[in-house]
């Protein structure tokens, strides 16, 4: 019988590239060919890959975004965002700097 943590690492990291980043991937194809519907997609994968990075740090520590249960302070979409950037890319010189607009990321309205 195999290891239970291993099993679902396994099928999140599935899920996560099966339908976040093989679909992002196959619109950014579309996108940079620059006909078509999907040509105009930009908006739409950057909305899918930036909840990638909080769904990374949601699944890491068990906890969910939404909700902080000690404080009940709601919406922790932006600390989930960047510490889950720093786990994914943990060596890069940008870690240091992540930052986003929220008011504009539909993905946190």
């Not at 099966?18 to 908006?43: D, K, M, N, T």
Request: contains cysteine; positive net charge; proline residues 4%.
């Amino acid at each position: 019988m195999g290891n239970a943590l291993d099993e679902r690492i396994q099928r999140f990291e599935y899920h996560m590239n099966v339908h976040v980043l093989c679909i992002a991937e196959e619109l950014a194809r579309q996108f940079a060919g620059g006909a078509g519907p999907l040509s105009h997609s930009g908006f739409f994968i950057l909305s899918g890959i930036a909840s990638y990075f909080e769904t990374v740090y949601q699944f890491i520590t068990g906890e969910n975004s939404e909700r902080d249960p000690t404080t009940k302070r709601q919406d922790r979409s932006k600390q989930f965002f960047r510490q889950g950037f720093r786990l994914v890319y943990a060596s890069s010189p940008l870690r240091a700097c992540v930052r986003i607009n929220w008011s504009n990321c539909p993905c946190v309205k």
